[in-house]
């Protein structure tokens, strides 16, 4: 079930623990424990992750918690039928989704050059923007809550427009992934699948 | 310089060194020390990441390791102005870039469905499942540097459809971005810029 450290876990300056936490061991729950994930928690992933990079400091990630009943019902209807009854069960359900006017934020983010506002005028350019940063601090957050100690189960089989609809029925933001967020519960992950070789995906010049 | 550790890192199961190692104290480069990287360090690098989740485990993420001064020379002039200082002096620079037909490998990594290769039969679709996983990769391939005791100088600033041409001439792979890699060097970092609130980025439905 569990990663084992080989590898060149060593060279790394990040302790085994560390590793094992946010990568080695780690995995995608599919069922979870009947405990719940607080404000605080969530407070203590972003506060986290918010420093890592994005591309002019745009940070478009925005992220819905859906934590009553009737919020959850309204997701769980437009998820693939293979995710809707761990979306339903989940301790916490997370909407993470990318703002396409996360360019009215960079005067705040972004002060030694007022005018980057501009340079995404453009709302198709601003989309692929806010779509690729979005995207990165997607996998931020899923670092993030490995860091806490909780398990994410993160999902992009769902109805995109239908969610995008209902949830951002102005257009304001685009759904990238919907997290399952918790204690890993019996069962939780299947045996981990295969990783592409370093040789397949690195190439030297 | 250095961001203190202040709100609720207590709350993280992650220790306060691996926090600050990943997130509070890393930073983009703008400059390197005189050190090179190696090509086990990038192993090490990707034996750590790889165990990320991606859609159905799809992988598309593609590093291309610049590493002789011709083959440095021809990103250089796709880059703009702004990072084509950096680009050419840089230990190690890598492309990173999406492979629009990872689908050819899901027999592979997802054996358990012999079928998924089909459900991305779409070329439409199939970019954008590309696009989306691979930034979720760029994102952990950033970490990953990080957690080897490396700055990453993650760019985004570039003529993307010359670097296509230039360096995947068959249309097999779309560029993500370009990430300079190395020991932080003199006045590598301005200021750090300011992150958005937590009340700015999560709400609660």
Redesign the interface.
Known sequence: MT?TVT???G?????T???N????E?R?ANTFADEPVS???????????????T?A?Q?P????????PE?RQRLVRHMSEGNRAKTESAPLVAILAADLNFHE?LP????HKPGMKDAFADPAAREA?A???G??????F??GV????LA?G?M??FDAAGINAE?FGDGSCAV?AVVNIGKPGENAWLG?????D?E??????
Chains 1, 2 share one sequence.
């Open positions: 990663a590898e060149a876990a060279t790394l300056e990040l302790g623990d560390g590793q936490l946010l990568f080695r780690a995608t404000d605080d928690q969530v407070r203590a992933i972003y506060d986290l992750v918010k420093y890592a990079p591309s400091n940070q990630l925005r992220i819905v918690l859906v934590r009553s919020a934020k705040k983010v972004f002060p923007s779509r690729f940063n995207a990165l601090q997607v996998g931020y899923i670092i490995r860091a806490a100690g994410a993160p992009t089989g949830f990238l981990r699948l295969p990783r592409l370093y397949e995906v690195v190439t030297s010049l």
